[in-house]
């Protein structure tokens, strides 16, 4: 897997969206692939909760016929987290603080999970990425 694509991609949608503070990237199953955390924040304790909580929204949208999850939101007191799916095997976390205007970060993260789906189905497949053999 291309851990410096993953990392760009991340970094790549922070710069677009004032307001992001922490991006991590997980397995449904909660094991975290990526992260770009403050030191205050454990990623894998956030990827965890974050696969728990997408899977949950997942079958609350199955059951009452909504069709396929997107994403899901929690807002707090001191801004907000958005879990988004990445397929149907990972999934994307982005915090944000109170600032961030949530609508352009729902618009500006379809096209990176598009990538970051790209990404990871290069390994799924056993395709290396397009630059794994540069630089290494």
């Not at 990176?112 to 794994?132: H, V």
């Amino acid at each position: 897997m291309d851990h410096q694509a993953l990392a760009l991609e991340m970094r790549g949608l922070r710069e677009q969206v004032t307001g992001i503070t922490d991006t991590a990237l997980a397995a449904a199953d909660g094991l975290l692939i990526a992260a770009d955390t403050a030191d205050s924040i454990d990623p894998e304790g956030l990827a965890a909760l974050a696969a728990a909580g997408l899977g949950l929204a997942r079958r609350t949208a199955q059951a009452s016929a909504r069709g396929t999850l997107r994403r899901t939101v929690t807002y707090g007191s001191h801004g907000c987290a958005a879990f988004y799916a990445v397929g149907d095997t990972a999934l994307m976390v982005v915090l944000g603080d109170e600032g961030m205007d949530v609508d352009h970060l729902h618009r500006a993260t379809q096209p990176t999970l598009n990538r970051i789906g790209s990404i990871l189905t290069d390994k799924a497949t056993g395709k290396a990425p397009e630059k794994a053999s540069e630089g290494v």
